[in-house]
């Protein structure tokens, strides 16, 4: 059993017009240990249906009220989450795997954006524009899109759904919300404080169970007019391509393959805890996490040097033993990719540095990793490693780094180390990505717009922009003035 203050956190059924329904029957695991944390529905077509009407029906009657009123149910919502955040994080801990320490900084990470728009909703403006004669006046609306569907990966249990539906709240929408199998607790657990808080029948809704059967219906269902996702690019496709039929609005955050690229004159020091801070936060798992270490000839051997005692400190273990800085990785699969992306490595030349093998403990642990002579021809250069595995590619002039970083196509985020300023502007420009770091691997912020372009999304999350996504302009034409 999880140690919570508050029991009633850990909810074993779903939640649809304001009801927490269904029985539980799907396991949730604890990666760490293999163990069943609790279970949760199996739902599907029907239910997922009777959820899309609960939010349809309950979205005029939200939208209806001044931004104010939906904005404070916003905030008293960030208030129960900050108040229970040792309890949330115990329980994304116990269903991710990641260090408790690390769960916290997602739980307040997460509430931040609840946070910020429950203000930012006073802040969705209309405009009266010039007129194209002189009886008339140009009027220019921003309403909420409607229903939104959110579908989110296991990775950032809390912050994937906060980013999604604190704005689409916000704006006026009602939302229907298919967390990760792996990960539904954490989403369960947010929703009950939802419930708390006050926010109408129907507004949020939290279905698990059969993801094809969910996301089907979510992409064709009139009712719906947004579907937001964060996952792997070849499911963003796919929700993409269904969607088509209804002309839904899609809103993507895709995988990336982070390059981070560290020149001769960078401060050192700065750029290994960057490179450790991007590379190895969550074991790897996130999506912009940093996948290909660039280190220019002159500091290579240094960088690689000072990086190796870093990774070589790092304390592997469960994430709930104090002190331990990598938990498990979510699945056995993800170890075997893992070992795929280290064998092709080796058998192409690179070199192990630091671990590379399973860690003693078994089963989902894996060493912190480094290596060395990483080439374009690497599975590992191409693709999400989505592991514990820091691999080095040494290069020499900045148009060379530039072609390489931009050889994928992915373009989430971008890390670039250097004091030259002039180096600073080039480089950010011409990097394909939708974000880029300089001298520093921790860029995400619910004050920044978070997203990609090329194969990683179309959208942006966070800042004023990410309200824009759940918003639709009207234009009213008033002539005879
Ligand atoms: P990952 O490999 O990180 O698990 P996925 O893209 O498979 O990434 O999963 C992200 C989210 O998409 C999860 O909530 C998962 O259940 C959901 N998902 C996966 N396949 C489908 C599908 N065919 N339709 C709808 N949702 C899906």
Redo the contacts with the bound molecule.
């Keep these: 059993m999880l140690n919570l203050n508050d029991s009633g956190l850990l909810k074993q059924q779903a939640y649809m017009n304001g009801q927490f329904t269904g029985h539980p029957c799907l396991p949730v695991i604890n990666p760490a240990n293999g163990q069943r944390i609790a279970a949760v529905p199996d739902f599907g077509a029907r239910e997922t249906e009777t959820a899309v009407e609960a939010a349809g029906a309950a979205f005029r009657p939200w939208a209806s009220r001044t931004a104010k009123d939906r904005g404070s149910v916003l905030r008293h919502w960030f208030e129960l989450i900050m108040a229970n955040r040792e309890d949330l994080a115990t329980i994304l801990t116990a269903e991710q795997g990641k260090p408790y320490a690390e769960a916290l900084g997602e739980i307040d990470y997460a509430a931040s954006y609840v946070e910020y728009y429950a203000e930012e909703a006073k802040r969705i403006s209309g405009e009266i524009l010039p007129a194209h004669r002189a009886d008339a006046r140009i009027t220019v609306f921003r309403q909420p899109i409607g229903v939104v569907a959110a579908?989110?990966?296991?990775?950032f249990p809390a912050a994937m759904i906060t980013r999604k539906i604190a704005p689409a709240l916000a704006a006026g929408c009602t939302v229907v919300v298919?967390?990760?199998?792996?990960t539904p607790l954490t989403a369960l657990a947010l929703v009950e404080l939802a419930h708390r808080a006050g926010f109408p029948v129907g507004g949020i809704n939290v279905l698990t169970g059969n993801?094809?059967e969910?996301?089907?219906v979510?992409?064709s269902h009139p009712k719906v007019r947004l579907v937001g996702?964060?996952?792997?690019t070849?499911?963003?496709k796919?929700?993409m391509a269904?969607s088509a039929t209804t002309v839904k609005k899609v809103a993507l955050e895709l995988g990336g393959n982070a390059p981070f690229i560290v020149f001769d004159d960078a401060d050192l020091d700065a750029a290994v805890e960057g490179a450790m801070a991007s590379k190895f936060r969550n074991m790897g798992q996130t999506c912009v996490c940093t996948n290909r270490i660039y280190a220019q000839a002159g500091i290579h051997d240094r960088f690689v040097d000072r990086l190796a005692r870093e990774v070589a400190r790092l304390s592997v273990g469960d994430g709930f033993e104090k002190d331990v800085t990598q938990g498990p990785l979510i699945t056995e699969n993800a170890v075997l990719k893992v070992e795929d992306h280290i064998a092709d490595a080796l058998a192409k030349g690179a070199r192990v540095v630091v671990g590379g093998q399973r860690h003693s403990l078994g089963r989902t642990f894996f060493q912190p990793t480094l290596m060395t002579g990483a080439t374009g021809d690497m599975t590992l250069a191409r693709e999400e490693t989505?592991g514990p595995v820091a691999a080095v590619f040494r290069f020499g002039t900045e148009d060379e780094v530039i072609a390489a970083a931009n050889e994928t196509e992915t373009g989430l985020a971008a890390y670039v180390y250097t004091r030259d300023l002039g180096r600073v502007f080039r480089v950010m420009e011409q990097l394909e990505y939708g974000m880029v770091g300089v001298n520093t691997g921790i860029i995400s912020t619910e004050l920044a717009p978070f997203g990609g372009v090329k194969q990683s999304g179309n959208s942006r999350e966070g800042s004023r922009h990410g309200i824009d996504e759940f918003t639709e302009l009207k234009y009213g034409c008033i002539a005879g003035l």
Excluded: H
């Excluded at 579908?151 to 990775?155: G, K, S, V, Y």
């Design positions: 579908i989110t990966p296991w990775n298919k967390p990760a199998p792996e993801a094809v969910i996301g089907r979510l992409t996702f964060t996952g792997s070849a499911v963003g796919l929700l269904q989505f």
